[in-house]
């Protein structure tokens, strides 16, 4: 939500932290002056326009000094359409409702296109936001005790469930304080959850065993990555079915095999002989009934 029209649309506790800015920008001789707020559900951004004068990293390093001013434990600043934005806590902070999210979450088409969408929740703009996991497979989740950190990992857990199937998806929870994730233990697409540190060395190996034996599929199939792989099997099966479109034993299947043996990767080039072998066989068979039979 943005409040950005006239001062009367600002809430009191908005009001008296533009107050404050104010009187802090003021003190400190700096030229900026506030242009707009957008609330979101944990913090609101207030927005500063500079003097043309100004010094952007004179404002970014007064981070502390506008916590003070305003009483709160923490204020981040930061360069968003050029403008400053100081990030504020709200006192009250507003409920995102789960069931919301995971709607917009299965039928947004940005999150159709991505790979391993999560739903993070609502920035303060108010819009909803993901990530694509695909794009960052190494993600650190952090934050105080009692921050949310378990009723965000649930959150993620919950929804790949409902996004993916788990022919599609297989998940390999630990948890060794045995207090959040284990009660996903009946989910098809968690395989195994590992309490403890004996579970979590076999699931390791194991993990490890299939990186090794997928990187050894990619490198023998010449590409770089999953993505890639699956493609390469896409266009093969493509092919296989124009395969079988055509007259066994024809000159056309024949020419499309041989095509097919030169251009697929080494992984697929064993499948691709066995069929050629077999229509070339065929093929010998029918001249040598011509031969015996010519009618």
Known sequence: M???????????EQTNNILALVQKL???GIDAKPSGIEQGPVVTAYLLDLGKSESIN?????????????????????????KIAVFIPNKER???DFKDVLYWYLNDEQVKAAKLPIPLGVDFHGDKAFLDIADCPHLLITGSTGSGKSVFEAAIVSSLVYKFSASELNLYLVDTKKL????????????SVADNLDDFHTMMFWIMTEIRRRNSVMQ?????????YHLIERRIKMHI????????????AVRLL?????TSSPVHREPMLRLLAVQLRLICHAVLLYVVHPK
């Open 26 to 28: 003021q003190g400190l």
């Open 58 to 82: 004179r404002v970014m390093r007064r981070a502390e000094d506008f916590a003070l001013s305003l009483d709160v434990d923490k204020v981040i600043i930061q360069r968003i359409k050029g």
């Open 220 to 228: 023998n199939a010449s590409v770089r990555n999953i993505t890639d």
């Open 2 to 12: 943005t409040n950005t029209d006239t001062k009367t649309s600002w809430t009191p």
């Open 241 to 252: 079915r124009r395969f079988r479109l055509l007259k066994v034993g024809s000159s056309n």
């Open 180 to 191: 959040d994730l284990p009660l996903f233990k009946e989910v098809n697409h968690v395989k």
């Open 94 to 96: 507003t409920i995102v």
């Open 258 to 262: 041989v095509r097919l043996v030169f």
